[in-house]
């Protein structure tokens, strides 16, 4: 048991190492063509899709993410039949961000485009264009390229507006115009500094970002959702009995210790079991999807709002006592380590009423997080915090007399964690009410909902408000003095937010500003540049540093970071006065004046739009290709420090921006 215990361990700290890679490649698709018939060409565009990304599909709206198209190059004697098409099983949901339905593809996605051959010489070239995000990141809109060519096409042309097109009367249409990039850069000024590869000087920096830090904070996030549990009525008077039965079933307290521990080690793994039960449940897509799915946010809305009508008093969610009984006959008729795991298994059981409502919005909360480790993770760092009193008072006893006594006190912690759930359990139904276009939940609506239930506790603390199981207490403790007061200073907190105040401390729980129908807030940044080359040009005369922001029309997190972190007054500052902010939108379909041939890992590729030229650069000088991506860079292109992706830490990003204006200086 303790082999694998630290098996588990050494496999969960090496999914918290970060990772150096960027270069990203979630999607693989294939081109083929087949004839099937002397006028037709069907071109079948097959594509696999890691866990965790999907691909966009052709009906989606205008200014949402990138759709799937279909484009041509050069075409003679071939047009195209009807549009393209998306096969497949594929998921419209409601995107919060861009307020629209969008459909896409998970694991698996195929397009097919019918082509109508008009003559008996016939030549196209082309490709499929697709967009492709998961929760973190979204990739440049990326090309599928494909080329057929013939002789054996019809002898007499095909009939167009009713009328017969001789042989001779058709023409090549050629629309390609290209150019290298070498030969464009003196017509556009690009200067060759600004291009050269900066990848290694990037890697100097420390870059402390990763992809799997999230999985600290669901591992804190776990135990402090044990600690609280430990502090319920359910949980806490079983210490001192349960220490005490381990403490004396040995003749010798060594192995009293050593069964203390095996205890709290059955109490991990049962509860990590749990973890990963609900993991296989959903599995990676599943998980991915809980964050916008209607269904399931409002089951979880409807769950939490059971639970806190439990913790608040209302009724008391027990499982059947034969259950318990069974178990812990067992675990007395039973002898060595399994005993010990039966002891375990009815502590779960036995607290279940009280550990059922902080496991529950625990799970809800980090399965809504698209990572599937969450579960097992939260559920590691409950039990630790669960299970440690145990272990630590067999080792000190002694600790037991001076811990304080369960009493009135804990019909607190249940009546306050009530009022918590009952004000999460409001997360999830803005999501389901953002994906219908209900409108019964914008954010002045929320807000006003959580400054009401927030206002409540702090009234509750402080005494004025009574459920069922408090006492008639005549004075309120100096505890619960500052607690209430807290809870009324945060309601408060939360006021200036139903004029529009962005309110950070709860960005990622409320709906978003666009859903506010009276909103006062002015201080939106953006880029003095969309343009790399007459961005750097103008940092040059100013003497300024530059934020490359390689962002994305389609990506939903690039308008997140813009939300949160850039219109923070310290961050906009910087933005404003101190940097010169270009963002290079890696998705833009403007067409180039010319097309620019350039040579990619060994392979010759056209850029034809201004994204593919945007997306091209953070390739080839920055070695990443998701966005967001931020460099800080000097005049002449050489990176300032470290390459910032999504996260919405303030402070983080403030530290990134200081530390990128001081090496400037130096």
Known sequence: MTKRLILTV?????????????????????????????TSIVITFKGNIDAGWHVYSTNIGAGGPTPA????????????????????????????????????????????????ITAKDFSAKGYLEYGSCNDQNCMPPTQVEFSVKGSDGPT???????????????????????????????NKN??????????????????????????????????????????TPCVWPIIPMTVSFFIHRADNRRRAIRESFLYGISIVVIYMALGLFITLLFGVNKLNDLSTNAFFNIFFFLLLLIFAASFLGGFEITLPARWNNKVNNKAETTTGLLSIFLMAFTLVLVSFSCTSPII????????TMGNILSPTIGMLGFAIALALPFTLFALFPTWLKKAPKSGAWMNVVKVTLGFIELAFSLKFLSVADLAYNWHILDRETFLSLWIVIFALLGIYLLGKLKF???????????????????????????V?????????????????????????????????????????????????????????????????MENAVWGDPAISKYLKQDFVLISLYCD???????????KENNKQRTLRTVGDKWSYLQRHKFGANAQPFYVPVDNNGNPLNHSYAYDENISHFQNFLQTALENFHK
């Not at 090496?14 to 004839?35: G, I």
């Not at 403790?477 to 945060?490: D, E, Q």
Request: charged share 15%.
């Open 69 to 116: 198209t279909f484009h041509f190059d050069k075409q003679q004697n071939v047009e195209t039949d009807g549009p393209l098409q998306a096969l497949g099983a594929a998921k419209t949901v409601m995107d919060p961000v861009f307020n629209m339905k969008v459909t896409y593809f998970e694991g698996h996605a195929t397009f097919v485009q019918k082509l109508k």
């Open 190 to 231: 690009l200067q060759a500094q600004w291009w050269q590869p900066s990848i290694k000087q990037l890697q100097t920096f420390d870059n402390t970002q990763s992809s799997h830090k999230g999985l600290l904070a669901i591992f804190i996030l776990g135990f402090l959702g044990g600690l609280l549990a430990l502090l």
């Open 468 to 494: 069922p199981g408090d006492e008639n207490n005549t004075h309120t403790s100096i505890p619960r003095f500052f607690l209430g007061l807290l809870s009324l200073a945060f309601a408060l907190y939360m």
């Open 360 to 367: 529950g919005l625990l799970l809800v909360e980090v399965s």
């Open 588 to 598: 833009d379909k403007t067409p180039l004046p010319e097309y620019l041939e350039i």
């Open 10 to 38: 050494l496999l969960i700290l090496t999914a918290l190492l970060p990772s150096n890679a960027q270069l990203q490649d979630p999607v693989h698709f294939s081109a083929t063509t087949k004839r099937v018939s002397p």
């Open 496 to 560: 200036p937010g139903l004029w529009g105040a962005p309110l950070k401390a709860i960005s990622a729980f409320s709906p978003p500003l666009y859903t506010q129908d009276f909103n006062l807030y002015q201080h939106q940044v953006e880029a003095a540049f969309t343009d790399y080359e007459s961005g750097m040009s103008y940092a040059k005369t100013t003497g300024k540093p530059v934020l490359l922001d390689f962002t994305g029309k389609g990506c939903v997190n690039c308008r997140k």
């Open 156 to 186: 007499i042309a095909i009939k167009k507006d009713s009328q017969v097109i001789p042989q001779t009367a058709t023409t090549t249409i050629d629309t390609t115009k290209t150019a290298t990039l070498a030969a464009a850069k003196p």
